[in-house]
């Protein structure tokens, strides 16, 4: 069973859907066993980090999914809650990543809405069968600062973090769910792990 970790961020539908779509049973939920249970969990998000940061924290999400120890993949703002601290709503996160999550500076169009490429870091898992032409999708206006982790970056405005990973934790900042059949391929590549 594949678990997507309800705590009150937008998109978690859209990514049951693409799951579903690739054959893989699937739930939304917060309850803590099933998401231990889980193959695989998946820590999606559209929405304010701070906001989410105290959900977290009241339902006790923050420590349990920090002590997953299956493949975990944050997507848009569940990566950017993965990382140690967010300028929106000046929180602190989970820590998983070392980095900081910024706001794009006042210059040009935020947020970086639309289709952008990769650059790949060699031989990653995540992006088996996918090039540096591949586009995918982003909206945000806050981005995680490259660091050690970070496994595949994009230019908007300037260099950022476009995916990371750490022991079993897997990012992306971009959406798997709405980058059509490219997103299919790596969201289906995080499955098969």
């Avoid at 990653?124 to 982003?138: G, H, M, P, R």
Wanted: with cysteine; net charge neutral.
């Amino acid at each position: 069973m594949i678990a997507i970790v309800k705590y009150n961020a937008g998109n978690s539908t859209s990514v049951k859907n693409a799951v579903e779509r690739l054959g893989f049973t699937c739930t939304i939920t917060n309850d803590h066993q099933a998401l231990k249970n889980a193959s695989k969990v998946i820590f999606p998000g559209v929405g304010a980090a701070s906001r989410a940061m105290t959900y977290l924290k009241e339902t006790g999400l923050d420590k349990l999914i920090v002590a997953l120890d299956q493949p975990v993949l944050g997507i848009c703002l569940g990566q950017q809650l993965l990382c140690t601290h967010s300028e929106e709503g000046n929180v602190d996160c989970l820590g998983i990543f070392n980095a900081q999550v910024k706001k794009f500076p006042p210059y040009g169009s935020v947020p970086h809405m639309g289709w952008n490429t990769l650059a790949i870091r060699p031989s990653q898992a995540l992006f088996k069968n996918i090039t540096e032409q591949d586009d995918v999708y982003f909206v945000h206006s806050y981005y995680c600062e490259l660091s050690k982790y970070t496994i595949a970056s994009c230019d908007y405005i300037t260099t950022f973090s476009a995916a990371m990973q750490k022991d079993n934790f897997y990012a992306t900042q971009f959406h798997p769910e709405k980058s059509a059949s490219v997103g299919e391929i790596i969201l289906n590549n995080f499955l098969q792990l």
